[in-house]
């Protein structure tokens, strides 16, 4: 069995890599909402395939969103650069960045659902650029499961 969710029609197609950002107001009524919303807020995904399936939405630019199948990507987070070892076992612990302007602030906020917890840094990028000067390294990163040493 495949996952599948939707997707907005301008922007459905194989390898469109997204970021679940949670539910709308204008989900509520949705008669397909269970389809969009299965995912975790703040993971990324790629569609792997698009159907035929339309539907009309009014959160998609467009007014349109299809049905796409998908898989689920690791994260990515900064990592502080004295920690930023490929297969390196690290509690996640993301700052308290106010820079809101700043192209990465999406990976240094504390929203971020692996905040605080064990992760597994899985592949090491580029080095990043600090407004503040903090030397900071992009990682793909991947929850530890709880159980797991």
Not at 68 to 90: D, F, Q, T, V
Not at 112 to 117: E, I, L, M, T, V
Request: aromatic share 6%.
């Amino acid at each position: 069995m495949s996952n599948i969710t939707l997707v907005g029609k301008e922007v459905a197609r194989v390898g469109f890599i997204f970021t679940y950002i949670g539910t709308s107001p204008e989900c509520e009524s949705c008669q397909v909402k269970k389809a969009c919303h299965g995912l975790k807020v703040g993971y990324r995904y790629r569609v792997t395939s698009v159907r035929d399936k339309e539907h009309d939405c009014p959160v998609h630019y467009g007014g349109k969103a299809v049905v796409a199948e998908y898989e689920e990507l690791e994260m990515e987070a900064s990592i502080p650069s004295n920690k930023a070892i490929e297969g390196a076992i690290i509690s996640l612990e993301v700052g308290s960045c106010q820079l809101v302007w700043c192209a990465n602030h999406r990976l240094c906020r504390k929203e971020n659902p692996a905040s605080g917890k064990k992760v597994k840094i899985t592949r090491l990028m580029e080095e990043m650029k600090c407004p503040r000067g903090v030397k900071l390294r992009r990682a793909e990163i991947k929850i530890r499961n709880e159980g797991k040493k």
